[in-house]
Structure formats: C-alpha cells, structure tokens
C-alpha cells in the first residue's frame, strides 16, 4: 500500500553534498519509520538515518552525525542531506518504511524504495 520514490543520488566530489528525497505516499503514513539505509559493495546494508512522525524521533548512524541531517514533512517527504561527503559515503541508498514505533532504524521494513546510487568521487 505504501509507495516510495526516491531521487537525488548521483556522483559528487569528497567534500560536497546531495540531498537525498524519499516520497511516500499510502494510508497511514504517521505510524511509519521512514528512513535511509544504504549498501556499498561487499558490506552488509546498515541503517544511516531515520525519523518517525513524532517529535523526538531521528536517529542517525555514528558516522553521519554531524554531516547529514533528517527531515520530515507534513506530506510525509523525507529528506536526507548529505554534507561533507567522503568516498566511504559510496553505496546504494534506499528508502525504506517500517510500521510501527522503532528505537534506531529498522532492520526490516514493510516497503523499500529503489535504491539510488551515490558515488562520491574525485
């Protein structure tokens, strides 16, 4: 039921940023995690932020804090802008919702997205 379109991935240079969109749509979108995973080659995929409706909820992976922020709107829009992005940063993003409240970002949800490369690169 629920639908996830992802875009703004692509190629930047060490240092710079993308802004990563999730657009979801589907009924009851408040009571869903809405967050971004993402897989590089030969790593396991982990859970590099999330958000749930509520106030209080994001979360982010020790690695992005400080550089990517979270956000969500009333459309239920989730952003994810990547600042200072470094070659590590290259994998497949994903958009991903989980039904129900969650500590930390699921580790399986109910919907994906398509994934969307980002390759940071000089």
């Known amino acids: 039921q629920v639908q996830l379109v992802e875009s703004g991935g692509g190629l930047v240079q060490p240092g710079g940023s993308l802004r990563l969109s999730c657009a979801a749509s589907?009924?009851?979108?408040?009571?869903?995690?809405i967050g971004w995973y993402r897989q590089a080659p030969g790593k396991e995929r982990e859970g590099i932020s999330c958000?749930?409706?509520?106030?209080?909820?994001t979360y982010y992976a020790d690695s992005m804090k400080g550089r990517f922020t979270i956000s969500r709107d009333a459309k239920n829009t989730v952003l994810l802008q990547m600042n200072s992005l470094k070659p590590e940063d290259t994998a497949v993003y994903y958009c991903?919702?989980?039904?129900?409240?969650?500590?930390?970002?699921?580790?399986?949800?109910?919907?994906w997205g398509q994934g969307t490369q980002v390759t940071v690169s000089s």
């Open positions: 991903a919702a989980h039904f129900g409240q969650r500590m930390g970002c699921p580790p399986n949800n109910d919907y």
């Open positions: 589907g009924p009851s979108l408040e009571y869903y995690v």
């Open positions: 958000i749930g409706s509520g106030a209080g909820t």
